[in-house]
């Protein structure tokens, strides 16, 4: 870490020395290295914490730990602070002593409304990038540069056209990309901050610069699909090529990227870059984003990475990633980190570095050392006033920084350093410290069977799933309604787990009725059945790991039903929960048990907003029923279907 240290003081003092360049007869001044400051330390640890990083064998010296400080000169420019254990330092003085050796940054076209006003959320034009990109790359760091080719923030859900290039034909938006992105690369050249990689759009999930670039469309809407996409990154990557002085070396020259969000999103993966290659879009790097409360479990996101580096003998840097220190907020703007469980660690300090360390360790994994390194996604994001994300808005990241609220660095920075095997003291297996209770309910008729694993939190702070072996449960549960409770044994721990069971109460007769097998069966897809799947994306199922999802680029039709036998004949009630963007033709739930089949229409109207349409009165007189979900859908309509329920009322 000193060694660092050494190096960024002698790059700094060259620098500053301008009769270095100067005519010949000037004396060049010897070095003072006692006129230079203090090295920065790294931030310490609490003696009475037991903080830790395990070491990661195998990490190549050159493996990127980068960050992107795009909000960096507007946090500046608003009074934000940095310190290390109580001294104040320039931010990147302090994430390169922590071992980070590239920083990225966002460019927008024109980040200003209809006035003329800044936009927020780092305001990052060109004139910002330079400012930033010139500092750090003095300073030693390499830069990749995102370009969003958008006015502001650019991400699957959202791909606007720079409101200079609207309506232009086809032609003339083509010349405009190239013109727009030789010019920002000839700049940075000019100003000592070229670009070591670049990535062409940003969370390109749908394309970019929308509709032209635009690969599935919403009703009647006209988009360029993926040969308009093509074409505009064989563009860009044009430009970028034509204004690169080591453009004919493929070791020198600024390498490209191509970048998805939903990094553990197999399908996503190669749906897009089988497109893109059969359009031969030249590019170097495969980018993703990584959010484990977003993007699904480590295990799918390590399985695609190894997947689509060798599908398109590509190398891989996750370009986004970051998780919660804590679950607190510093500036009254709610934050958008989502819950522990979800991301898979506590929302604490050591829960902060284990999650960082564990996505360094699974693209150091990559097979065939096809896994160049990370980014955290804004680790100086403080909340300071005026250093919003948008203009007058507060903060909802500063929770996710890897500083705390005053600004002072986390001793979750250091991970970086303490991943590299020689710096730490060894390898210390995490033990169970906490497990977490479980509750079940089952009626009379229902064989009790309970889950094979708890959540149980870890000594690092990770919250990963447990084997349990359950104590014998009593027959008597099932004759005597009540609570109660059952104890557990994990496997390598003092610690119990306990299950809270409930008997006597309601039975749904709907099987996999959340869809928790992670298959369809025993439901039945009739249809179009290619727009629909069991969805693992954790931010838009109700309850559970799984959900079923529709969603198709094309108009659709499909039903998704389970039909149950040996019913006793009654009066039933059927019920589940769906969320989506609304405007189907038709989506409805119905129950078809003899009579006159009944249907709900769900009403859905945007994300995240849940219903549970019930039908109730369902007659059920020769002991058969078939219930489920039916949808005649426009392509790009789109929902999430979870917890259906089928009971017996009387
Ligand atoms: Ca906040």
């Given at each position: 870490m000193r060694k660092h240290i050494v190096v960024l003081l002698f790059v700094s003092v060259l620098s500053a020395t301008p009769s270095a360049c100067g005519p010949a007869q000037t004396p060049v001044p010897t070095l003072t290295p006692t006129a230079t400051k203090e090295p920065i330390p790294t931030v310490s640890v609490p003696e009475d914490s037991d903080f830790h990083v395990n070491p990661i064998e195998g990490l190549s010296p050159d493996f990127i730990m980068g960050a992107d400080v795009s909000m960096l000169k507007q946090i500046e420019d608003n009074g934000g602070k940095f310190y290390v254990d109580g001294e104040a330092a320039d931010a990147l003085e302090i994430l390169k002593a922590h071992g980070v050796n590239w920083i990225r940054l966002r460019i927008w076209n024109d980040p200003t409304d209809e006035n003329g006003e800044p936009l927020g959320g780092g305001n990052n034009d060109l004139e910002t990038t330079v400012a930033i990109a010139a500092r750090a790359k003095a300073m030693g760091f390499k830069f990749l540069l995102d370009f969003h080719y958008s006015d502001w923030w650019a991400d699957p859900g959202k791909q606007n056209m720079p409101k200079a290039w609207e309506g232009l034909d086809s032609e003339a938006l083509n010349q405009a990309l190239y013109d727009y992105t030789a010019e920002v690369i000839k700049t940075l050249a000019g100003e000592d901050a070229m670009p070591d990689m670049v990535q062409i759009g940003n969370e390109v999930n749908s394309g970019m610069m929308w509709p032209a670039g635009k690969t599935w469309s919403e009703g009647a809407e006209v988009v360029g699909g993926y040969d308009g996409f093509a074409d505009l990154l064989k563009q860009s990557v044009q430009a970028v090529r034509d204004n690169d002085p080591n453009a004919a070396d493929p070791e020198k020259r600024v390498k490209?990227?191509?970048?998805?969000?939903?990094?553990?999103?197999?399908?996503?993966?190669?749906?897009?870059?089988?497109?893109?290659?059969?359009?031969?879009?030249?590019?170097?790097?495969?980018?993703?984003?990584?959010?484990?409360?977003?993007?699904?479990?480590?295990?799918?996101?390590?399985?695609?990475?190894?997947?689509?580096?060798?599908?398109?003998?590509?190398?891989?840097?996750?370009?986004?990633?970051?998780?919660?220190?804590?679950?607190e907020d510093a500036d009254g703007h709610a934050n958008l980190f989502p819950s522990e469980e979800f991301g898979g660690y506590k929302a604490s300090i050591q829960g902060q570095a284990t999650a960082v360390r564990d996505v360094i360790a699974a693209v150091a994994h990559v097979p065939n050392g096809r896994g160049l390194g990370i980014f955290y996604w804004e680790p100086e994001w403080i909340a300071v006033e005026g250093a919003g994300w948008a203009t007058a808005e507060g903060n909802a990241w500063e929770n996710q920084a890897l500083f705390d609220f005053e600004g002072s660095a986390l001793p979750s920075l250091n991970v970086f350093n303490m991943v590299k095997t020689d710096q730490v003291d060894?390898?210390?297996?995490?033990?169970?410290?906490?497990?977490?209770?479980?509750?079940?309910?089952?009626?009379?008729?229902?064989?009790?069977?309970?889950?094979?694993?708890?959540?149980?939190?870890?000594?690092?702070?990770?919250?990963?799933?447990?084997?349990?072996?359950?104590?014998?449960?009593?027959?008597?549960?099932?004759?005597?309604?009540?609570?109660?409770?059952?104890?557990?044994?994990?496997?390598?721990?003092?610690?119990?787990?306990?299950?809270?069971i409930t008997t006597g109460g309601d039975k749904n007769y709907l099987v996999n009725a959340g869809f928790e097998s992670g298959s369809f069966s025993p439901w039945v897809v009739d249809g179009d059945a290619g727009a629909v799947d069991i969805s693992n994306e954790r931010q838009n199922l109700h309850e559970g790991k799984y959900a079923v999802h529709y969603w198709a680029d094309e108009a659709f039709a499909l039903s998704v039903t389970q039909t149950v036998t040996g019913l006793e004949n009654g009066t039933y009630v059927l019920s589940a929960w769906i969320q989506g963007g609304g405007g189907e033709?038709?989506?409805?739930?119905?129950?078809?048990?003899?009579?006159?089949?009944?249907?709900?229409?769900?009403?859905?109207?945007?994300?995240?907003?849940?219903?549970?349409?019930?039908?109730?009165?369902?007659?059920?007189?020769?002991?058969?029923?078939?219930?489920?979900?039916?949808?005649?859908?426009?392509g790009g309509q789109w929902a999430f279907l979870d917890e259906t329920s089928l009971y017996l009322v009387e």
């Open positions: 490209i990227i191509i970048h998805l969000a939903d990094g553990g999103n197999n399908s996503l993966y190669r749906t897009m870059f089988d497109e893109l290659t059969a359009r031969d879009v030249p590019f170097d790097i495969i980018g993703l984003s990584y959010y484990s409360y977003w993007h699904g479990p480590m295990e799918d996101f390590i399985n695609n990475m190894a997947d689509i580096s060798a599908r398109y003998d590509k190398n891989l840097v996750v370009l986004e990633a970051a998780y919660a220190f804590t679950l060894g390898f210390i297996p995490a033990t169970v410290t906490e497990v977490y209770p479980i509750a079940v309910a089952f009626a009379f008729d229902e064989e009790i069977v309970l889950p094979t694993t708890v959540k149980a939190v870890y000594s690092d702070d990770s919250i990963r799933d447990a084997d349990v072996m359950w104590a014998e449960i009593s027959a008597e549960w099932l004759e005597e309604a009540g609570v109660y409770e059952l104890t557990g044994t994990i496997e390598g721990s003092d610690l119990q787990a306990t299950a809270s033709d038709v989506l409805q739930l119905f129950a078809d048990c003899g009579g006159e089949t009944q249907t709900v229409d769900v009403p859905t109207n945007g994300w995240l907003n849940w219903y549970t349409p019930t039908i109730e009165n369902i007659q059920v007189t020769d002991g058969t029923c078939t219930v489920g979900m039916n949808v005649v859908a426009s």
